[in-house]
């Protein structure tokens, strides 16, 4: 995972710097112009939230289980990027939804439960910092439980029919806007893979070195 | 199986005859939901209440205090130092948190019996028009909220700035089980009250509780264990 990382990062510098010009070139959507174009750094950002809160849940289970420390620095960098995505979701949504809908902000499910979700991460990095002693265990008993909510945020919107896009727009997108979307999801999960190498190899030599300072005061 | 609930029912009877001689967590959690129902008479009450305002006052008054109580009945434990005599028990874990869910839910309810007729009254809100259903959002409720509650409140027992930190951690991951209850009141407080729609929340609430209970069972032996 070491040598990939320049390797990753690199993708995903490439494709930020060239997405631009992609998104461009898409067409534009009938009614809602040019804003419609925010799409492209909304969506990926908000799915890899989704996604990342359930990967931090299923790694914190595993770290219950087995109680091995990897597990636990993996759950901890997810939950970090859980909060980072879900941030930039949180700050593109409302950008697109003033010009579209007219509003900032409205409380329909799919908006709720994101924004619940986004906060179960943010308490969770809350119980991390302040909980003291013992607080990787209880932040991974919260984490399943954030993990719990998750299919009924993406269930939510299905069921309950708002004013946000069903969630099946996206397979049914035209070629034009499906190209530059997808291309912007890989620069983002390219992202989100190297920040969480990153963050996790922190985690590893910050261990390392707690490990030799043990040893040097023996 | 018998020995799992014999464990249930000695943990909960010892909360139980702790509370019903001290009376210590009932009399404060019941005046602070007092003071919370006159907060909320003031904001808002003017005539009469606002639209469907009492079914909102009514759940945000169980879940203030509930996070007070949960927080004082583990309070109790850790300052006794009895936590860690109720884990070395040779018992299973999830019996004794079953045992201690009984016991908060036992409290909540009797504040529930105290402050419903008076939100009700306060409120002129009809919550008694359908004594069914109503108890069913309040039971179904209450277990999502307190399943939760008693597991997080266990597991901040021993963590720094615990105080802070459960309704922090609570909220957030009750409030599923909030909306489901408090649209379910104010579907049956409706002036054309929607019963199927009350029914709908309820079914709601019951699976939340489902997922929520069993999630709990399975974290508090790893979180518990030291």
Known sequence: MRKAFPLLLGAAGLIFLTAPVVIARAPFESTMGLVQKIF????????????????????????????????DWIAHAAAELTVV?????MVTGPLWARK?????????????????????FVSYLLL???????????????AVFGMATSPFVYISVNIWRTIHPLTTVVPTLPVDFAVPLWYAFAGFLLLYISLLTLRVRLEEQRAAVDLLYLESEE | MSAFWRVVWIVARKDLAIEARSRELI????????????????????ERALGDAAAGILWVVIAFSGTLALGRTFER???????????????????????????????????EIIVVPLVALLFQARLFAYPVLMSALLIFGTIGFSCVGTLFA????????????????LYPVTIPVMIASVRGTGALLDAAPQLDMARLWIMLLVSFDVVFLTLSLWTFEPVMTE
């Open chain 2, 27 to 46: 009399n404060t959690t019941v005046f602070f939901a007092l003071s919370c129902v006159i907060i909320f008479a003031v904001s808002f009450v003017r």
């Open chain 2, 77 to 111: 434990e850790r300052y006794a130092d009895t936590l860690r005599a109720l884990l070395l028990a040779p018992s299973a874990r999830p019996a004794i948190y079953v045992g201690k869910l009984i016991g908060i839910l036992g409290l909540l309810f009797t504040t």
């Open chain 1, 100 to 120: 579209a809908w007219g509003v900032w902000w409205v409380w329909d499910p799919r908006l709720t439960m994101s924004l619940l979700m986004w906060m179960i």
């Open chain 1, 40 to 71: 492209y750094f909304h969506m990926p950002p908000a799915m890899l939230m989704l996604l990342s809160a359930f990967f931090c849940g299923v790694m914190s289970a595993i770290y219950l289980v087995k109680r091995r420390a990897q597990y």
């Open chain 2, 154 to 169: 266990a597991m901040l027992a021993r963590a720094r700035s615990r105080d802070v930190l459960l309704p922090i951690l």
């Open chain 1, 85 to 89: 995505f879900g941030a930039i979701a």
């Open chain 1, 128 to 142: 991390r910092r302040y909980g003291g002693y013992g607080s990787e265990t209880l932040a991974a008993g919260l």
